[in-house]
């Protein structure tokens, strides 16, 4: 079946440092969404991409759709200790509405 | 306006009981979804309805696993009975119903379910 890969599995950076989470296919999705999930609630749409080469921005997020549409990044800038939470990406073919995640990325905030 | 809820947030039973899952979507949402993550793994689908019928049920793993969605509001998965495997935390989902491609869903905060 399709697969969307996350690696790490988690990060541990200082607060104020950037940092990207990549998301790789082998299949191609049309749609490419990060979400993240903090503890004990459900994951929260950060951002959605709906075309190839597509570069969305929100707050101090960035996320890109590849060209190929087998792959998609998420930067976070100047990271801050409320960023702390698993990070997945998500992406639909199109095909049907279900939407098909990674892993998921912990990311740890050192303040 | 009030999000997708979950009911219950945590549930504890033994191999062999039955349990019963909530959730309520969105008000107005005509699509619900079933996902599940088990620890460490991706969430996975399991289900959608559109109001009250299923669309697509590929993700269940298997017949002891029951949803339903009785007047297209309210929905309940029933795993019955049990399994150890069936550990993990349960995501329900609910979307307007545009296009899917543009149709975001959002989750509520999950029932985490411990099978002993």
């Known amino acids: 079946g399709q697969q969307l890969n996350q690696s790490p599995q988690s990060m541990f950076i200082q607060e104020g440092e950037d940092v990207s989470m990549n998301c790789t296919s082998s299949s191609i999705f049309n749609t490419w969404l990060w979400y993240k999930q903090d503890p004990g609630e459900g994951p929260v749409l950060l951002i959605a991409?709906?075309?190839?080469?597509e570069l969305t921005s929100n707050g101090r997020l960035t996320a890109q759709f590849g060209i190929t549409r087998k792959d998609s990044f998420l930067n976070i800038s100047a990271s801050i200790p409320s960023d702390v939470g698993i990070y997945f990406c998500a992406g639909h073919t199109g095909a049907n509405s279900k939407l098909t995640f990674g892993k998921g990325i912990t990311l740890s905030v050192r303040p | 306006e009030a999000g997708v809820t979950q009911f219950p947030s945590h549930s504890v039973i033994e191999k062999g009981q039955t349990v019963t899952l909530r959730c309520d979507p969105i008000?107005?949402?005509?699509?619900l979804y079933w996902y599940r993550r088990v620890m460490g793994k991706e969430i996975k689908f399991l289900l959608h309805f559109v109001k009250e019928s299923k669309q697509d049920e590929s993700g269940m793993p298997n017949n002891r696993f029951l949803a339903e969605r009785t007047g297209g509001t309210y929905s309940t998965l029933k795993v019955q009975p049990a399994e150890l495997e069936d550990s993990g935390v349960y995501f329900c989902?609910?979307?307007?119903?545009?296009?899917?491609?543009?149709?975001?869903?959002?989750f509520g905060p999950g029932t985490r379910l411990t099978v002993l």
């Open positions: 991409l709906y075309k190839a080469g």
């Open positions: 989902a609910s979307s307007q119903g545009r296009a899917a491609l543009t149709d975001t869903q959002y």
């Open positions: 008000s107005g949402h005509d699509n």
